[in-house]
């Protein structure tokens, strides 16, 4: 199918668009990195292109259903918000070095769910309990959350690489990280976005359950991971808010944060439960 | 220059004086964190160990030393646990009182009024918030006057001097978004106890044209007497092209003092509701309904076959008219022969005669052992001179309902909007203070802006650029 086809592609010009960053900072070279911007944008246009043109196919199929609804359309979905998150951040701070430690990430979904054996890229139809509106709202909060989150990641990496850099060791690619402070702002707005967003998701993810299966909290394994998650987050956002923690704290937390995310999303799955993703 | 204000500094005051020990204890946000952690390492604990309905298996693996460990500290139901419960608790009582001991604090930052010639806001004031404008002194303070009118609350206007100043602020509701967000998590506590109180998680399955006023609890495993009676008047279920399910649909009907009341047709995700109870589409099946097909022979000079429906338990006659038959039992499946009927003859006279029948007659003789054969309990001809065809059992679909009452469950919802709200505004909005300053120098007036902010520096300085540019324009000046 036609999409699936333009996904593998675009799996390809997210590790370019990733390469072209890198190289920039390697060799200290602007231009390589607005190339890099470019690559981004082509395989999010593509990507977008393809999510909507597998929303038409599943109609044709008679089986129509809004393409988030087993892990590769989840993959490709949070690849996607990954990388649309990314690009407003640099539209936003005019850096292109956050793409270095941001592109692998979203490189990395693509290519899972792309070259995965034990992933089907089919469209597949729906059982009735996931034909819901309050499921596709839960998917999408769910994955803005868990992209804010994993950019955060990327920004806590490149807090702790920067602390490395002093005039001593005088390494360019060190040098082109953008100040700590800097970081640590762009750090914890992402935690705060993706907060929001995670909230959001747990909502709408009980509200969903609820009208399904007649109870909105049912301790299920991945439900308790998005509940652990939060805990998480909650806690680092008391921690800055009201105790003042900074910098390397922070940074540290939203890598343990971001672990939970990913178990939350993949580590359930050996762990048994209802969610459709699991089986 | 904006600087950034940390509340902390002004609320350390009330747990100081408080000598109360518990008081204390609880209004720390250290603590917080801390019982935030330990729910977190806890949960994951109660994923790795299987809970409820799985933990039978778990347990059976354990050796008895830790089998005493997991029991008694009810880790196979952790988070209905007693120290579970405890431990929600002490946040409960953390936020109630963390909460308590902050809002005098918040309450005072919200009333207050500071004086508008404070000069602390305009250290290192960057230069492009400052300039020169031409008017007189009052013509210039009426202008910025009504701008911040427009703008700003709890305005504030002083004259010193050569100086005029200005205070007003904006956001200031914005201090209370956090004490939403505290409030919605207890709501939320709130709505789960009362669900679990007051309401019941039960289930019950309905064969198709048939009803039911009772359903089973899941917790106790009680029948549970409705006030009402549903009726299922009608399941469906379509398939997809491969063979899986598209959509279940079961109509009912409620029937309250034998009255038909309310007809509704229930499908996954579209729970109804009767009477304050939820039901849910659940699940389906099949079983063996109450009506057999047979096939009844009289093997006499002229033989005759009969076809017949009857219904189990009913007494029908025989064709012959020698007497009546019933069927007492229906198997849809027995010993692994299929489907059966055990038929009970009431002859006129005499005593009954009861006899197994299967549908596959012939396997069952091949399966059935000897002595099995030789006895009247297994032969379709037991009673002369009749033999019993089972032609099949009509079965039909029976669908499963999850049956719910929540009384917590709008108190959880509430609580869930409540949070989203709170977040939102404690995270994207803040409390501006605005001080402007006029100065009557040689050159003109000079006027500059400064201001503070509880959180989001970013959002002041924007905040600030355009009151400048605002400023500006007022004096037919370019931004
Ligand atoms: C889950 C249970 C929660 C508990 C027990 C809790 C507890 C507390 C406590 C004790 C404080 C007071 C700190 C102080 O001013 O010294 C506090 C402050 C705060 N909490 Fe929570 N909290 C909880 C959830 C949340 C959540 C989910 C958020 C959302 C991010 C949140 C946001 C905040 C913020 C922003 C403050 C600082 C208030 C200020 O600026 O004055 N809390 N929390």
Redesign the pocket.
């Known amino acids: 199918m036609l999409n699936s086809i333009i996904l593998s592609y675009t799996t390809f010009v997210y590790f370019a668009a990733f390469m072209f960053y890198l190289l920039a900072m390697v060799m200290n070279r602007e231009i390589l990195a607005r190339i890099g911007t470019v690559a981004s944008l082509i395989g999010l246009l593509a990507q977008t292109v393809a999510i909507i043109l597998r929303w038409v196919e599943s109609y044709t199929l008679g089986v129509g259903h809004a393409p988030f609804s087993n892990l590769y359309e989840s993959l490709v979905f949070f690849a996607w918000t990954i990388m649309l998150l990314y690009m407003i951040v640099e539209w936003r701070t005019k850096n292109r070095t956050f793409g270095t430690f941001v592109t692998p990430l979203a490189f990395l979904a693509m290519a899972y769910a792309s070259f995965s054996p034990n992933i089907s890229s089919q469209i597949q139809p729906l059982i009735p309990a996931l034909k819901s509106n309050w499921l596709i709202s839960h998917v999408i909060t769910c994955f803005f959350g868990y992209a804010a989150f994993a950019l955060s990641f990327g920004f806590s990496l490149m807090y702790l690489l920067k602390r490395l850099d002093n005039q001593k060791r005088n390494n360019i690619f060190l040098q082109l990280i953008p100040g700590r402070s800097i970081l640590d702002d762009l750090n914890y707005q992402m935690i705060?976005v993706g907060?929001l967003m995670l909230?959001l998701g747990i909502i709408t993810g009980s509200v969903w359950a609820h009208s399904a299966w007649g109870t909105y909290w049912s301790w299920d394994p991945k439900e308790t991971w998005s509940l652990i998650t939060?805990?998480i987050y909650?806690s680092v956002?008391?921690s800055r808010?009201?105790r003042g923690w900074k910098g390397k704290r922070i940074a540290i937390l939203s890598i343990i944060g971001f672990a939970c995310v990913l178990f939350t999303y993949f580590g359930v799955n050996y762990l048994a439960g209802l969610h459709s993703y699991a089986s | 220059m904006a600087f950034y204000e940390t509340?902390?500094v002004m609320?350390k005051s009330k747990s100081k004086n408080q000598s109360n020990i518990i008081w204390g204890f609880f209004?720390?946000?250290k603590?917080?964190i801390v019982?935030?952690i330990i729910l977190a390492i806890v949960s994951i604990l109660g994923t790795l160990v299987p809970q409820e309905q799985g933990a039978a298996e778990f347990a059976r693996r354990l050796n008895p030393a830790m089998l005493q460990i997991f029991t008694s500290l009810d880790l196979f139901d952790m988070y209905h646990s007693i120290w579970f419960r405890v431990l929600i608790g002490c946040?409960?009582m953390?936020?109630i009182?963390?909460?308590m001991?902050?809002f005098p604090a918040?309450w005072k930052r919200f009333i207050a009024r500071p004086e508008p010639d404070r000069t602390k806001p305009f250290d290192n004031l960057p230069p492009e918030q400052s300039f020169l404008v031409q008017g007189t002194p009052e013509e210039t303070a009426n202008k910025v006057n009504k701008l911040f009118q427009s703008r700003y609350k709890k305005i504030r206007e002083k004259e010193v001097g050569a100086n005029r100043f200005f205070y007003g602020e904006k956001g200031s509701y914005s201090?209370f978004?956090?004490y939403f967000?505290?409030l919605s998590?207890l709501l939320i506590l709130v709505g789960s106890l009362a669900g679990s109180f007051f309401g019941f998680d039960a289930y019950v399955n309905i064969l198709e044209g048939e009803q039911i006023d009772t359903v089973m609890l899941r917790k106790a495993m009680n029948p549970l007497n409705l006030e009402f009676t549903v009726r299922c008047d009608k399941f469906t279920v379509d398939f997809y092209e491969n063979g899986a399910p598209k959509e279940y649909r079961s109509d009912l009907s409620f029937l309250v003092k034998g009255k038909e009341v309310a007809k509704k047709s229930l499908l996954v995700n579209h729970p109804v509701e009767f009477m304050g109870i939820t039901f849910y589409q659940a699940s389906y099946g099949s079983a063996p309904g109450k009506t057999v097909r047979l096939k009844i022979s009289r093997n006499t000079a002229e033989p005759t076959v009969t076809d017949m429906r009857v219904e189990a338990g009913k007494s029908t006659a025989l064709p012959g008219g020698e007497g009546k038959f019933k069927v007492i039992d229906v198997r849809e499946d027995i010993m692994k022969m299929g489907q059966a009927v055990l038929i009970s003859v009431q002859p006129d006279q005499g005593k009954p005669v009861d006899f197994w029948v299967f549908k596959q007659g012939k396997m069952a003789l091949k399966m059935l052992p000897e002595p099995m054969l030789k006895s009247p309990k297994f032969n379709p001809s037991a009673f002369n001179p009749y033999t019993f065809f089972l032609d099949g059992l009509e079965t039909k679909f029976y669908t499963g309902l999850q049956v719910n009452r929540d009384p917590g469950v709008s108190i959880v919802w509430i609580g869930c909007f409540l949070?989203i709200a709170?977040?939102f505004v404690?995270?994207f909005l803040s409390h501006n203070r605005i001080w402007v300053h006029l100065l009557k120098t040689d050159q003109g007036m000079k006027i500059s802006a400064a201001g503070t902010a509880?959180?989001n520096p970013v959002g002041l300085e924007r905040e600030l650029e355009h009151l400048t540019r605002d400023l500006k324009g007022l004096f037919g000046k370019k931004g």
């Open positions: 705060v907060f909230t939060w805990l909650a956002i008391h808010m009201v | 509340i902390t609320t209004s720390t946000v603590l917080t019982l935030l946040l409960a953390n936020l009182i963390c909460s001991d902050k918040t201090l978004g956090v967000v505290h998590v949070m709170g977040l404690t995270f509880n959180r």
